[in-house]
């Protein structure tokens, strides 16, 4: 299956300053690149995702940016606030076969 | 409509038991994956099923199996339970479309504790 790296594995900023985690895979074939964050006792849920052929996506203070060439993708969060601390993880898919990274700890300080 | 249901949501299994886990998929999503979540090891994958079958699987050992049935439905089995099998089992269900799949929806999980 796919292999997915993720980094860092921890992350502080302080509130309104950016954020950027970074994804590499290993599989050209990978077509679906999600990103999902997992707030303590809670659920993954999706936040944003982009598919092979687009190159960047954003919605509002988030965004994402693919590179096919060099087989990696990341995920930016602009004007940060204290509520965006959570665990982030990145994914790839070959179709249905989804492998995520191993997840990036975020710590927003007001 | 309803999301990924789960259950149970808690377990307490003794080792060397065996447990069944269910999940429920979104309505119309036919692919289920299940993921083992432990603190520090991100969400490891398990296994997909589409159509009751299954088409990958993780590297985990014999004792990890599942099915899924006609209605989507899935159930996870874990034999001869370990202390290191203690995690929070999440499945996820998703849409296939053109050349991939679409809405890929975790459910809330269900917390085994093996002791």
């Known amino acids: 299956g796919e292999n997915v790296e993720q980094h860092p594995s921890t992350l502080s900023v302080q509130e309104g300053d950016s954020a950027v985690i970074k994804c590499t895979y290993s599989d050209s074939a990978s077509n679906y690149f999600p990103w999902y964050k997992q707030e303590l006792g809670k659920r993954p849920q999706l936040i944003i995702d982009i598919r092979s052929n687009v190159g960047e996506k954003k919605d509002q203070r988030i965004a994402v940016t693919l590179n096919k060439t060099a087989k990696h993708f990341s995920l930016h969060i602009t004007e940060t606030q204290p509520e965006d601390s959570a665990v982030y993880f990145c994914?790839?898919?070959?179709?249905?076969?989804?492998?995520f990274g191993a997840g990036t700890r975020l710590t927003v300080k007001p | 409509k309803a999301g990924v249901t789960q259950t149970p949501r808690y377990l307490i299994k003794t080792r060397g038991q065996q447990v069944t886990l269910s999940c429920s998929p979104i309505?119309?999503?036919?692919?289920v994956s299940w993921y083992q979540q432990t603190p520090g090891q991100g969400l490891q994958f398990l296994f997909e099923?589409?159509?009751?079958?299954?088409?990958n699987k993780g590297n985990f050992p014999g004792r990890f199996s599942g099915r899924q049935f006609s209605n989507s439905r899935s159930e996870m089995n874990v034999s001869t339970l370990e202390l290191g099998d203690s995690a929070l089992y999440l499945c996820?269900?998703?849409?296939?479309?053109?050349?991939?799949?679409?809405?890929?929806?975790f459910g809330s999980g269900t917390r085994l504790t093996v002791v």
């Open positions: 309505s119309g999503h036919r692919s």
């Open positions: 099923y589409f159509s009751e079958t299954q088409r």
């Open positions: 994914a790839a898919s070959i179709v249905d076969d989804m492998r």
């Open positions: 996820a269900s998703s849409l296939f479309v053109a050349g991939g799949i679409d809405g890929y929806t």
